[in-house]
């Protein structure tokens, strides 16, 4: 059982920044593949990154050039950074987990997520 807790969310201007991290519990989080999803209000939740346990990442294209996919295993975090963020990049932002180095999904473990607000 993994237990994942996102912060970093807030309200920032067009073109600003904002660093994501998703804590994990466990001792196992090395192994673990971890991406990033978000929804919109209205919308379908996507993929937003994905990094697997060898350091491999991947990026939707909407967010790729923009956005940063990292991890520390010491720290059993996975982070976010976010960068020249747009108004479209609103939404909620969920931190996922899963044993099989997949990339957008099903992934077993949840976060709560964390609001992320882009004003124009």
């Known amino acids: 059982q993994v237990q994942l807790v996102e912060s970093g969310g807030g309200l920032v201007q067009a073109g600003g920044s904002l660093r994501l991290s998703c804590a994990a519990s466990?001792?196992?989080?090395?192994?673990?593949?971890m991406g990033w999803f978000r929804q919109a209000p209205g919308k379908e939740r996507e993929f937003v990154a994905a990094i697997w346990s060898g350091g491999s990442t991947y990026y939707a294209d909407s967010v790729k050039g923009r956005f940063t996919i990292s991890r520390d295993n010491a720290k059993n975090t996975v982070y976010l950074q976010m960068n020249n963020l747009k108004p479209e990049d609103t939404a909620v932002y969920y931190c996922a987990a899963d044993k099989k180095m997949i990339i957008t999904g099903p992934y077993d473990y949840w976060g709560q997520g964390t609001q992320v607000t882009v004003s124009s």
């Open positions: 466990g001792r196992t989080f090395s192994i673990y593949a």
